[in-house]
């Protein structure tokens, strides 16, 4: 899993079929702390989360596997939306 902050949405009038009526969302991976890091990725939204919430992202084949995308072409997928993080002290 990956820990992500939504940072912008993306619109795309033509897609896979299999795609239509699916939120597509940018997000950006982070640390624990919040601080961003890697690069971005577009991934499709199965909680109704928004621009700006910290969200849990799970990639590749576990993609696939979460709510309504099976056989659908998606290589990221949000599948939580964080309330939060607590880091043991000294980490």
């Given at each position: ?5 939504i ?12 795609l ?41 084949s ?30």
């Amino acid at each position: 899993m990956i820990l992500a902050r939504i940072v912008g949405t993306v619109v795309a009038t033509r897609k896979d079929p299999r795609l239509v009526n699916n939120k597509l969302l940018v997000v950006r991976p982070m640390d624990p702390h919040g601080k961003a890091e890697g690069t971005y990725l577009v991934a499709v939204d199965t909680v109704d989360a928004g621009v700006g919430e910290r969200v849990l992202v799970v990639s590749g084949s576990s993609a696939r596997m979460a709510a309504g995308m099976k056989d659908c072409p998606v290589d990221a997928a949000i599948v939580g939306i964080v309330d939060a993080v607590d880091i043991a002290a000294g980490n």
